[in-house]
């Protein structure tokens, strides 16, 4: 039952086949037998309250593709009776009085929440080795990091103790996890999923946005998840629209881009192997391979790393011991209150982070930093906009190597960023992109760990890039493979 996709589990759900109660309980008894540490915050009373509710809609017939399937939410969107903690012990015990609009949308549909899930403090990581609560470990080999900062939906998903799973992307954070998982994600276009209710990192970069196991499945979620929000700034006023539609449509005649920038020395022979693979199973189905450029792809690590902490030590100031969350309990007044709180309530990442963020917006570096990056941040839009013109879809790898191990990178925080190679201009431009899982590389001691095909498509392709993703499970079963003993 648990292998089963989305699909499936709603044609069994609303035939009466089986009970939301009974499919909840199925998931929670996998997310207690597993030693995974993907899950922050478990509540069986909740969700079995959720799966009640589920069945008498059921019973009715008052459903939707999605009504009584458990999903689990990545702690970062905030939920009520769940807490919502960000990975961090500044918000340790916090829990939100309302539900993030993702959340409120899913609860919408029917859909029953099984839990919270681990992720890199704030959202700042790209191994889950950040988090407050200890690292994620990956399902296909626990000496491996699960990539991050979605990395407890990642595992979860790849260790089939959810279905489905929400999770946000904000320099790679969706697809990086699901490449090392294998398993599928999408990020959408920015601002087709609502922030409101999201803990902000960075707030011109973050993006929500679906983690399971088949293109298919990141479809139907999608099409809950998206829509407009008039409580979020900076979500887009466009119709509702039906991602599954384009599905099936073949493709003959797709042009395939592939950037020579992603195929330096840097990537890793057996993540390039398995790429071309796909690439070459991509031709069989009718595609054409185009050779094009995105030459400003070496920049996207600098402008990421001066916006992004700049956006967060902003964002984080509010996080200061008065309103909510972690207070230090000996201060002599309010500044040092302020100091100690924020010294012992963040975890180093964050901190660094924020010192960066302060440093590049501070009067003399401003214009030297800040405004530099924001300038090449529109130049790498427009190298995708060039590339657009010659092909319909970007293919390439998602990280330049498999799953590294657990601690082989935490002294070298520059060593992790620059695993972001490959998605983070993706993310500065906005654009919608995805990872397919394509085969396997060599980890340590010959172990086999996943390695994810990314699909970048133009503004508002997202029904595309999943028609592309589908076509490709189709005929191939990555996708349908999972970790021994899940």
Known sequence: MHTKTLKELSAMLHA?????????????????????????????????????????RIARDDVT??????????????????????????????????????????????????GKLNCDEFAMGSSNENSYFGPVKNPWDRRAIPGGSSGGSAAAIAARLTPAATATDTGGSIRQPASLCGVTGIKPTYGRVSRFGMIAFASSLDQGG???????DCALLLNAMAGFDARDSTSLERHKEDFTRELNSGLHGLRIGVPREFFGPGLAADVEQAV????????????????????KTELSIPVYYVIAPAEASSNLSRFDGVRYGHRASEYKDLSDMYKKTRAEGFGEEVKRRILVGAYVLSHGYYDAYYLQAQKIRRLIAQDFQAAFTQCDVIMGPVSPTVAWDLGDKLD????????????????LAG???????CGFGQGEKNAQRPVGLQLIGNYFGEAKLLNVAH????????????????
Do not use: C
């Not at 207690?32 to 509710?53: G, K, P």
């Not at 071309?276 to 030459?295: H, T």
């Not at 520059?414 to 993310?427: G, H, M, P, Q, R």
């Not at 654009?431 to 899982?437: C, D, F, T």
């Open 210 to 216: 679906p983690i399971a196991k088949t293109a298919e």
């Open 431 to 437: 654009l919608p992109g995805m990872s397919v899982p």
């Open 412 to 427: 070298d925080p520059v060593a992790n960023y620059l695993a972001d190679i490959f998605t983070l201009s993706t993310s």
């Open 16 to 56: 009466k086949d089986i009970s939301a109660t009974e499919l909840a309980s199925l998931f929670l008894n996998r997310i207690q037998r597993s030693d995974l540490n993907a899950f922050l915050h478990v509540d069986e009373r909740l969700t079995l309250q959720q799966a009640a509710d589920a069945d008498r």
């Open 471 to 486: 076509q490709y499970q189709q005929a191939t079963n990555w996708h349908l493979l999972q970790p021994a003993g899940a």
């Open 276 to 295: 071309r693979a796909a690439l070459r199973e991509y031709e069989k189905l009718g595609a054409r391979l185009v050779d094009i450029s995105l030459p």
């Open 65 to 114: 593709p999605l009504t009584g399937i458990p999903i689990a939410h990545k702690d970062i969107f905030v939920t009520q009776g769940w807490r919502s903690t960000a990975g961090s012990k500044m918000l340790e015990n916090y829990t939100s009085p309302f539900d993030a609009t993702v959340v409120e949308q899913f609860n919408a549909a029917g859909m029953v929440t099984l």
